[in-house]
T-cell receptor
Framework: GESVGLHLPTLSVQEGDNSIINCAYS??????FIWYKQESGKGPQFIIDIRSNMDKRQGQRVTVLLNKTVKHLSLQIAATQPGDSAVYFCAESRRGGSNYKLTFGKGTLLTVNP | SQTIHQWPATLVQPVGSPLSLECTVE??????LYWYRQAAGRGLQLLFYSVGIGQISSEVPQNLSASRPQDRQFILSSKKLLLSDSGFYLC???????????FGPGTRLTVT
């Protein structure tokens, strides 16, 4: 079936280090892949997305890499800060008519140690 | 700029009682609207989505229902709550033709 899953449920890093959060997907028909950050008790916050025809996209301190051969997605956070501590979700977006539907993975908890 | 509101922020309801959660979006027109539920420590499960007034699509069979009486208002309801309805309910919006959805602050529902 269709699924978006994560390799690791938790990740702990030192402040200033780079973080890499991984995600595996199974549906090759996805149009976009999106990363969200969710802090405790809050709604998810959009971080960055990447179209399925791209391999890499960079934002402010974040980079998303897409490897379609192995159906793998990663989010790299440079110089991780305590404020980056949160649960990170990957999601795949597929278009159905005029609507894009998101399928979310289970999430990775990132803890940044000072 | 666009903003999305949800209320109440938290809610404790007994089993068998009715439910009404409201979501409103400001600063945009004709958004696609979504209701998700998130169990503790889990990902988001899409419950309903709407591409226009009065247009509701259900993703998961359940005792919940949704309505969109106005362009920027989305309501999640139940006639009789179950214990399994407890969770974090999130409303989201997006514009047609783009992928990213923007989420509201959520409602924490506890059914006792």
């Amino acid at each position: 079936g269709e699924s978006v899953g994560l390799h690791l449920p938790t990740l702990s890093v030192q402040e200033g280090d780079n973080s890499i959060i991984n995600c595996a997907y199974s549906n090759s028909a996805s149009d976009y892949f999106i990363w969200y950050k969710q802090e405790s008790g809050k709604g998810p916050q959009f971080i960055i997305d990447i179209r399925s025809n791209m391999d890499k996209r960079q934002g402010q301190r974040v980079t998303v890499l897409l490897n379609k051969t192995v159906k793998h997605l990663s989010l790299q956070i440079a110089a991780t800060q305590p404020g980056d501590s949160a649960v990170y979700f990957c999601a795949e977006s597929r278009r159905g008519g005029s609507n894009y539907k998101l399928t979310f993975g289970k999430g990775t908890l990132l803890t940044v140690n000072p | 700029s666009q903003t999305i509101h949800q209320w109440p922020a938290t809610l404790v309801q007994p089993v068998g009682s009715p439910l009404s959660l409201e979501c409103t979006v400001e600063g945009t027109s004709n958004p696609n609207l979504y209701w998700y539920r998130q169990a503790a420590g889990r990902g988001l499960q899409l419950l309903f989505y709407s591409v226009g007034i009065g247009q509701i699509s259900s993703e998961v069979p359940q005792n919940l229902s949704a309505s969109r009486p106005q362009d920027r208002q989305f309501i999640l309801s139940s006639k009789k709550l179950l214990l399994s309805d407890s969770g974090f309910y999130l409303c989201a919006w997006k514009l047609g033709g783009v992928s990213e959805q923007y989420f509201g602050p959520g409602t924490r529902l506890t059914v006792t």
